[in-house]
């Protein structure tokens, strides 16, 4: 038994009547951020010091307990506003430790996104409802909720739809690694999503590009609407939700895409992402190809079914060596074939990689030298 942190997602039934209380506590949570943000700035400027945290959520408490001005803070919960507070005092650690490059900062009321619940201010009732803030909600739910619920986060997306996120401990039972030894490679690439150590590839996501073609003409379309008109905003709503639909529709690739390799392969070898240095070399792309998305889904997946990923170090060649002889040499990015000045092979570029990485992986795997099993990210997985 090990336990796993999970987060179960579940929409909220639509209510005009009663969703507002709902975005009402929404934006009171990006106004105690912005508000502590501006005491935190102004102590700063006045003494060189940092507000504790513990000061910082007593002052609050007094501001939403004893003032008139404040009082309508009340309506977020204890609980809520303490966890806002928590997430400004991270960000300013993170900053401090150079962990992040820039301090928190001010946020727009209304694009915040959502509070967070712990134990209290809610309570899961029969059937499909929820009472939040005294208030009772129905939501859609489409499958069971499992384990010890720590938190529950109320989000808002960009079509302004609410949704309820319950992060969750649970006792898995995680298969024992299996031990036939499947072994694969696989090369992250820009025109190819995955190429394998055999040269197959394994494309992903990428029926999305005629998705990105309506964007295109949504974001043209918006752009011929007049500012500030109702027709302009209409416009925006539609490109949120377009861009909603290509990231469902990714998850969703990215999962089967996952089972499919668990099928085939016991043991998956891939580079350690350095995703600040592709981005650096390959623009903006990588993000909408969400390698470490995948990688991400593709441990959780891994794990369920007692298969291993594992990952070789950075500073492992893989596309400057030639997979048959070892030679090393330069490839430029728009090299697609590698040409070894060694023994003279001539290799897809992606295949050649994904081989490198398959012998460095299987070395690592056997040897014992890399984790074998790398947890994944279960706080970040969202199942929905
Ligand atoms: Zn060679």
């Given at each position: 038994m090990m336990e796993v942190r999970r987060t179960y997602k579940y929409r909220l039934y639509r209510s005009d009547k009663r969703d507002k209380h709902l975005h009402h506590q929404i934006n009171f949570a990006g106004m105690v951020w912005n508000h502590a943000l501006k005491l935190q700035k102004h102590y700063y400027h006045l003494t060189g010091k940092y507000i504790a945290l513990g000061v910082l959520k007593a002052h609050i408490a007094k501001l939403r307990m004893k003032t008139v001005r404040f009082a309508?803070?009340?309506?977020?919960g204890a609980q809520a506003v303490q966890d806002v507070l928590e997430r400004l005092d991270t960000g300013y650690q993170r900053f401090f430790k150079h962990l992040a490059k820039r301090p928190p900062k001010y946020k727009k009321v209304r694009e915040r996104k959502s509070f967070t619940l712990k134990q209290t201010g809610w309570k899961l009732l029969d059937g499909n409802k929820i009472q939040i803030s005294g208030r009772i909600y129905k939501f859609v739910r489409h499958r069971p909720l499992q384990g010890d619920i720590k938190t529950l986060t109320i989000k808002r997306d960009a079509v302004q739809r609410l949704w309820l996120y319950f992060s969750v401990s649970e006792q898995a039972n995680l298969p024992k690694e299996t031990t036939s030894s499947q072994v694969a490679g696989f090369d992250f690439g820009l025109k190819t999503f995955l190429t394998d150590h055999t040269g197959k590839p394994h494309v992903s996501g990428l029926h999305h590009r005629h998705a990105l073609r309506r964007l295109r003409t949504l974001q043209a379309r918006k752009d011929k609407k007049p500012h500030g008109s109702n027709n302009r905003r209409k416009a925006a709503k539609l490109i949120s939700r377009a861009h909603i639909r290509i990231a469902d529709q990714r998850r969703d690739a990215h999962y089967k895409l996952a089972h499919e390799l668990c099928d085939r392969y016991d043991v998956l070898c891939f580079e350690d992402l350095n995703i600040a240095a592709m981005k650096a070399l390959w623009g903006r792309k990588v993000s909408d190809l969400a390698f470490s998305q995948f990688l991400n889904i593709l441990k959780y997946v891994a794990s369920t079914r007692g298969k291993t990923v594992v990952q070789i170090g950075r500073?492992?060649?893989?596309?400057?060596?030639?997979?048959?002889?070892?030679y090393l040499q330069k490839m430029e990015?728009?090299?697609?074939t590698f040409h070894c000045g060694g023994c003279g092979r001539v290799l897809d570029r992606d295949h050649n990689a994904a081989m490198n990485i398959y012998d460095a992986g299987a070395s690592a795997y056997t040897n014992r030298e890399v984790v074998s099993r790398v947890p994944p990210k279960t706080r970040r997985l969202v199942l929905s």
């Open positions: 309508f803070w009340q309506t977020l500073w492992e060649p893989t596309t400057g060596k030639c997979s048959c002889c070892g990015l728009r090299e697609r």
